[in-house]
Structure formats: C-alpha cells, structure tokens
C-alpha cells in the first residue's frame, strides 16, 4: 500500500461515550467483518471489557476502504482505553496515529477525561475530528454540545461531524472525514528501521505478541532486530496486520501498524514506547516520548487458604504475562501469611486484576488497604521509597514524610458545588480553580493527596452529583505532610495486616472505625481482651471484648457469702494469669471484614 493512502487514527473518548460502538460500526462499513460474524463491543475480547462495558486492553485492526472516487485506502483504527487508570496505554496508542476521532456523547456534554485525552492529543500534534455520539437520544442537546466543544476544547463548530454509532447515522461522513482530513504518514527522514512498540500481549503457544507501529524503514520476517531500551534481540518470525483477526503478511513498511513474533518469552523483556531497530544498521536514535510505566497504588494480596500460595503465584505470573503495569513481589504477615506485594497503576486496574485472579484462576484471595508510595527523608539525609507500613523507619529517625498528590479536573452539576466542595475539604483538598461549562455543569481544578482518592472519593462524587459528576487526574508531584503509622494492637500485640500510613488529622477517626469493626468479628475468650488503636505508643482508640463468664458460684446454695467471694476472686485471679500468657487466635473472617470495611 503506498504511504499516502494509509490513514492510523484513534478514538478518544469518556468512558461510555460509544467508543467500542463506533469501531464496531466502522468494522461493518468497510466490510472488514461480515454480519453474520457480528457482535457487540467486537474488539472487546475479555469477559470483564464486556461485561463492564469498558476497554482494558488497546486493540488494533486493519480496515480496507473504497472511497467515492475508487481510490483504496488502509485504515488501522486503534481503540484505546478510556479510564483514567490506562493513559499510559492511551497516550503510546496516541504516539502510533497522526489523528483521533474525538467522541462526545450528544447527551452528557464535555466530560473529564474527553478534556484529559483531546490534551494528550494536541501535544502529540494529532489532527482531531470531533464526533457528536448519540444524536438519535430523546435527551441528545446537539447545539450545547458543539458550544461546549468550541469553548472548553477550542474546537470550531464547523469541524463537528454528527453520528449515531448504535443506529448507523453519519458513518460515511466519519469515514470520508478521516481520509480527507487526517494527513498520511510523514515521509522519512532516513531508510534506518524504527517501529514503535505501542502495546504487547502474550500467546501460550507463540510467545511474546509485540504491536507495532512502523515509522520508517521496512520490516521483514527472518530479520534479526534489536529493542533499543531493553537491550532485548530477536529474530522476526512472524509479521501481520490484526483484521480484526491476525493475518500473516511478509513486509511492513513505513506507516503500517501491525504486530511481530519472534523468540521473546516475557513480556519483562519488552517496554511500551520502545523503538525495533535493524541489528545489521541500528538507527542512531530511539524514538522520542519513552517513559517507564510507575505502579501508583500499592496492595498486599494474600490467599485465603495458605496452601494455596504456590496456585496463586503460578496465577499472578500468567497474568503479568498479558498485563505488564502489574508489578509484585514476595512478601509474608504474620497474621495473614505468605502472599504478594502488588503495585497497580490505580485503583481500577486493582479491581480488574483482583477479580481476575478471582474469576479466571479460581483464587480465593484477600486484599490489604490498599496504600500510596510515600517518599520519607530520614535524619541522615537520606531519602527511601515506602509503599508498606511495616517498612516505615522508626519515628526517631524519620526528618519528614512527603506524600503523593493528584491534580483533577472535576466536572459537575452547578447544584450540587456545595456538597462536592465539603468532600473535596474533607478529604484535604484544595480547589485551585473554577470554570463555568455551561448554564448547568461547573469545572473544578482540585490538588488531592492521592491516598485520600483511593477508596471511596469517585464513589461519593458520584452519589452526591446523582452518577452525573466526572473526574481525571495526573500526578502532581510530592509535597510534605504529617503522616503517621497507625497500629491496630490485640491483646497488647501488633497485627501488622492492619496496620496503615494515615495523615495525623485522620488517625483518630480511623483508628475509632477499625476496632469497633473489630469488636464484631472477634469472638469472646475466657478473658476480656483490648482492642487498641495506637500511634507509636499514644493509645488513641480502644474498644473491649467482655469476657466469657462461667458460673462459677452455681454450686453454692445460701450459706455465708464469703464462700462466692472466694470463688469469684480464685476465678478473677486465674483469668488474670490466663491473660498473661494466653494468645488471641483472630479467625480469617475477621481480616476479611475489617479489610473490606
């Protein structure tokens, strides 16, 4: 296919705006899947994308399209995620394209991540179309809509291309946009290879499946080639095009978007945004843009069972097979056991891999509070990474403890500022900006510590602005705050899976919440045991387990009342000493309670 009829474009999108919808449609229309082979969320080929509704996982395919004019042209769509958790993948699918469909939902307007991504977009230089998704909804407000587009993201009106992807309307009028007004591949600067590793996959019988884009140079299968940031090197067994299917090709020149099979066995040897060069004549640059993927929040992940530690490492391998933001090591509790430190690029990306790990490996696991990598500068000057309570330095040697904080963007209903204002206070926020969308919605620039947004923040947003409040966030960077270590003791004895980072306006209340939890689920023993909450050892919480009472005075019928005195004071003396030496056995269900909680 010559250069300047292949057009690599994207879609970018708010979550449910009718991205995966769109693809679908533009699949039929260029005839690259039949009816008959048809079904919803096509590129969507996990259980949980479908189910959620929503991409995990970017997708590429290869569509061949007549034009008007007979002229055929190469489309490679690649449908990126949405959720805020995967801009990493969004922005290298982005680096892959030279353009984007910008989709808004005709009915809900300019959200948070539409304006996070069209961003994105615009410093990579990508050409945008804006599309106006679901015009064909009772509720559909074109004209507000197009107005929102000009003012929020300096779009003209006049580039809106309208559509329906569920009914079908305006399909050809998106096509003919994209070849019409999305450039073609730029010429080469040099013949030297470079092709960009923008995803990668795993495949049980092949290895290691590399998706690619291919920015100059050619590539051929038997090359040998060298991945320039990794150091790894293969031979090319096996070139292709997805349509949607993978389809073998010989050659991929500059401008084509496709995937590569060679010896690589993990996916630990391949980095997205690195740059495939020839080992015969390497290319003297890699391609700009590269950047390590970070885990942001961290959890311990622990098996029920303890026999089935060993199942569970096999399962969380095979799962980094295909997911490589998933970061964990070996770590053991003393309450819970052997198990697994896990980094996850944020909280919905720890939701899908839990429920994996759940659903298709049959794991019966628990999970820790989940908690934040927090930089603590020690009183020697020196500066250690801490993502686990149980390795924060003892408070004499600790000068300061810096936290993590998030900017986001926060759209809501004008009605309800007054409630999101109080939760954005409550959880140490600062609203360091305010925007009118239009006569109805208000756009909010907030600074957050990010632990304060990690477990229920979007949750309440949403409950208070009735599922119509939308938020995006990037890293801001650290700043110092007064953190403490929150220890839960039982019976005077630290138990280390609940113990947490907390800012020090939060420990009481925090720590008031975990015993009272855990006074329900303890059961009672032969003497009353203390639940304490303590930072350091200022006790700051406590809550009781009466103990069970045997009657022990049951025998005595009247007579003088010294005699149950003597008995209630031998038996007083014996719990005592019973407390002394006595250890409180916490069942599993407890740890499972109390961590939910």
């Known amino acids: 296919m010559d250069r300047t009829r292949i057009r690599n474009f994207c879609i970018i999108a708010h979550i449910d705006h009718g991205k995966s919808t769109l693809a679908d449609r533009l699949l039929l229309r260029t005839g690259t899947i039949v009816q008959r082979e048809f079904r919803d969320q096509v590129l969507d080929a996990m259980d949980l994308e479908r189910e959620r509704g929503i991409t995990i996982r970017a997708h590429p395919v290869t569509m061949n399209f007549r034009a008007d004019d007979g002229t055929a042209y190469e489309l490679n769509l690649i449908d990126t995620p949405g959720h805020v958790d995967f801009s990493y993948e969004v922005s290298r699918s982005l680096a892959a394209c030279e353009g984007a469909l910008l989709l808004v939902d005709a009915a809900q307007g300019v959200e948070a991540q539409t304006v996070a991504n069209v961003h994105l977009a615009m410093q990579l230089n990508l050409t945008i179309i804006p599309v106006i998704n679901k015009i064909d909804l009772p509720a559909a407000d074109v004209e507000r809509v197009c107005h929102q587009i000009e003012d929020m993201l300096a779009i003209p009106r006049e580039e809106v291309v309208l559509a329906s992807a569920k009914e079908g309307i305006g399909t050809d009028d998106i096509l003919k946009a994209i070849i019409d007004r999305i450039p073609a591949p730029a010429p080469q600067v040099d013949t030297h290879l470079r092709a960009m590793v923008y995803s990668a996959s795993f495949d049980t019988y092949r290895g290691v499946v590399t998706y690619i884009r291919v920015k100059s140079g050619t590539l051929r299968t038997g090359m040998h080639v060298d991945f320039m940031r990794s150091g790894a090197q293969t031979e090319v067994k096996e070139l292709g095009i997805f349509a949607p299917q993978p389809i073998p090709v010989k050659v991929l020149k500059q401008g084509q978007v496709g995937y590569l099979i060679g010896s690589i066995k993990s996916l630990d040897e391949i980095k997205i945004g690195d740059t495939i060069t020839d080992t015969q004549s390497p290319a003297p640059q890699p391609l700009p843009g590269f950047k390590e993927v970070q885990p942001m929040v961290f959890s311990g992940i622990y098996p029920i069972n303890t ?236 809550e009781n387990v009466r103990a069970l009472r045997k009657n022990v005075t049951a025998k005595c019928y009247g007579g003088d009342i010294t005699r149950k005195r003597k008995l209630l004071e031998k038996q007083k003396e014996g719990k005592k000493r019973m407390k002394q030496v006595g250890k409180v056995n916490i069942p599993q269900e407890a740890f499972i309670s109390v961590l939910k909680a």
């Open 307 to 542: 026999s089935d530690y060993e199942a569970l490492k096999q399962s969380i391998d095979k799962l980094r097979l295909n997911d490589p933001a998933l970061v964990y090591q070996a770590e053991n509790s003393i309450a819970l056991g052997f198990g697994f430190r896990c980094g996850f690029l944020g909280l919905l990306h720890m939701e899908i891999v839990q429920e994996r790990l759940r659903r298709e490996y049959d794991m019966d696991i628990i999970s820790t509070y989940p908690s934040v990598v927090y930089k603590v500068v020690l009183t020697s000057g020196e500066e250690l990474d801490v993502d686990n309570p149980m390795h924060l330095p003892e408070v004499t040697k600790i000068k300061a403890i810096k936290e993590p904080l998030v900017e986001a963007l926060i759209i809501i209903p004008s009605n309800s500022l007054g409630d999101v204002m109080q939760l954005i206070r409550e959880k140490r926020g600062e609203c360091t900006h305010t925007e009118s969308v239009d006569s109805t919605r208000i756009a909010l620039t907030v600074t957050l510590p990010l632990s304060e947004i990690l477990v229920d923040f979007n949750d309440r947003l949403k409950s208070m602005t009735r599922g119509f409040g939308s938020m995006d966030y990037h890293h801001k960077g650290f700043e110092e705050s007064h953190m403490v270590k929150l220890d839960l003791l039982v019976n005077g004895e630290s138990v280390d899976a609940f113990s947490c980072i907390v800012h020090s306006t939060k420990a009481q209340a925090r720590g008031r919440n975990l015993v009272s939890k855990l006074k329900e689920v303890i059961p009672q023993q032969l003497y009353q045991v203390a639940l304490q909450a303590a930072i350091g050892g200022k006790i700051i919480a406590r």
